[in-house]
């Protein structure tokens, strides 16, 4: 089923007195790019809120968002850093003897260096958190997978309207072909009695000649056939249950590479002004393309 990169999802969850609250939002990127903001007390587990993502999304900008409120998930421990104070002493102790220096060595002195204390955070139930949390997790994204399915929907509905336009416009190309032949002949067999003053009547072999010759350089029949052929895929890959906004991108690409030809080809008004149409069809695809995983 066709998605779109466009989503949100958010879910909240109890754990003892606290709450942990979830939003994850999407759009459009070439790749999976997943970025995360949550609390540092929470960091341990990022990695696994990113597999969680990972398991149902595969294209996107995804933001995950963690929030606390309530009682801190962590008791603190403050504790002192018995190696960096050893060494403090020690060190101060030495200049007392180097540079014969008197005073005493205080705790006032000692508590205001650096490093003498650690903050130390104790889990009080880090599975019950973990299970929370990522249950959190996984149904904030199925909201959001959610919305994307719902979003990608749409999307097939306005792409199938824009290849049924371009399809119809590739039809009256085909029918505009034999029309424009017979105009080039119209139009070789009129000026040549123009400049002959109408005293000469034109070889009709070369009038045939010249109009072969017009007909060859504009021709477009092999554009208007591979591009048929892109539309059937672009179809097929609309009815394929896996990530194909990349397959579509390239295939619109190709599109617009034949639409282009054909347009360089046509020295006739009513195929110009409809090569027009369809490059305009094929660019509204392109950019509904960008939205699609």
Do not use: C
Not at 79 to 91: A, L, R, S, T
Not at 133 to 142: N, R
Not at 274 to 279: A, D, E, G, S, T
């Amino acid at each position: 089923m066709v998605k779109s990169m466009t989503g949100y999802g958010k879910q909240s969850v109890e754990v003892g007195e606290t709450q942990i609250h979830v939003e994850i939002r999407s759009v459009n990127h070439r790749f999976l790019d997943i970025s995360t903001k949550i609390p540092r007390t929470l960091l341990f587990l990022e990695e696994r809120l990113k597999q969680v993502v990972k398991e149902q999304l595969s294209r996107g900008r995804i933001d995950i968002f963690v929030t606390i409120d309530g009682e801190d998930l962590f008791d603190k421990k403050i504790e002192v850093n018995w190696k960096i104070v050893d060494q403090y002493v020690n060190k101060l102790k030495d200049l007392q003897r180097r540079y014969d220096l008197t005073g005493d060595i205080s705790i006032d002195m000692v508590s205001k260096l650096d490093d003498v204390f650690l903050e130390k955070e104790m889990k009080n139930d880090s599975d019950a958190l973990k299970m929370a949390l990522l249950k959190a997790v996984k149904d904030a994204v199925t909201q959001l997978v959610h919305m994307r399915t719902n979003e990608g929907s749409g999307l097939v509905e306005d792409l199938v309207r824009r290849v049924d336009q371009v399809r119809s416009f590739l039809s009256r190309l085909h029918e505009r072909r034999p029309v424009v032949i017979e105009e080039y002949k119209e139009r070789i067999r009129s000026r040549i009695e123009e400049f002959t003053a109408e005293q000469i009547q034109p070889d009709e072999i070369k009038v045939l000649q010249e109009v072969a010759l017009l007909a060859e350089k504009g021709d477009v029949t092999e554009e208007l056939t591979r591009l048929e052929s892109h539309l059937s895929q672009f179809e097929e890959a609309l009815t394929l249950d896996e990530p194909i906004g990349r397959r579509l991108d390239f295939i619109v690409q190709e599109m617009h590479r034949e639409v282009n030809t054909i347009g360089s080809k046509s020295n006739d008004g009513q195929v110009t002004e409809m090569v027009v149409n369809v490059k305009s069809e094929v660019e509204k695809m392109k950019e509904q393309v960008q939205n699609v995983e």
